[in-house]
């Protein structure tokens, strides 16, 4: 499998953590999102979304969208899971996945503070990444407190921990205060402890600069 991805980009890091918590061994194949190499011709021919992470599979099959690349992941490799059994948690921990990878990541990615730059200034996309994050992680607080300790979900790491721990990243890059958020704070320390995590982390990979 080839993973076409960048070292700092939150999606691509959510799947590094499942496919070294799968076992599964892949390449890693860069495209360096600060100088443009997703937006080329001959990248959009394959993705039209111009967009990382992309798992290419064996047979030249390309997955795009890193939460569909997880579940696929769940589906045909189930052992060591990362959704428990019950259908209603299955569904809680996406409702939290979602809510990062679906409401919050989105309106501070790398493409929308551009465009916030090139319309209002460098302080105002700041402000607007804050702003954003701040707002997303205190749902997603909320969203895990009946059922956190000391993962997000309980005694086992979830899909909801993947998606966590590369959002905190980017808070902290932007000057995020995370004080308010203990619950996210414990599971991300938690996690830090996994072989899978400490293995996905940006600077670990080949092209952290």
Partial sequence: MILHGYFRSGAAWRV????????????????????GEQTSAQWRARNP??????????????LTQSLAILEWLEETRPNPPFLPADPLA????????????ADTHPVQNLRVLKRVE???????????????????????????????????FGTQPTLADIVITPQLFN????GVDLAPFPLLLAAESACAELPAFQAAR????????
Avoid: C
């Fill in 16 to 35: 590094r953590i499942g496919l070294h918590w799968k076992g599964v061994s892949y390449q890693d194949v860069a495209l360096n999102l600060r100088t």
């Fill in 49 to 62: 979304q111009a967009m990382v992470p992309a798992l290419e599979l064996d047979d030249g099959t390309l």
């Fill in 90 to 101: 299955r569904a809680r921990i996406r409702a939290v996945a979602l809510a990062i990878a």
């Fill in 118 to 152: 090139d319309l209002a200034g460098p302080d105002a996309a700041r402000q607007w990444a804050q702003d954003t994050i701040a707002t997303g992680l205190a749902a997603v607080e909320a969203l895990i407190a009946p059922h956190a300790g000391p993962y997000a």
């Fill in 171 to 174: 808070a902290r890059r932007f």
């Fill in 202 to 209: 940006p600077e670990v990979q080949a092209d952290a600069v």
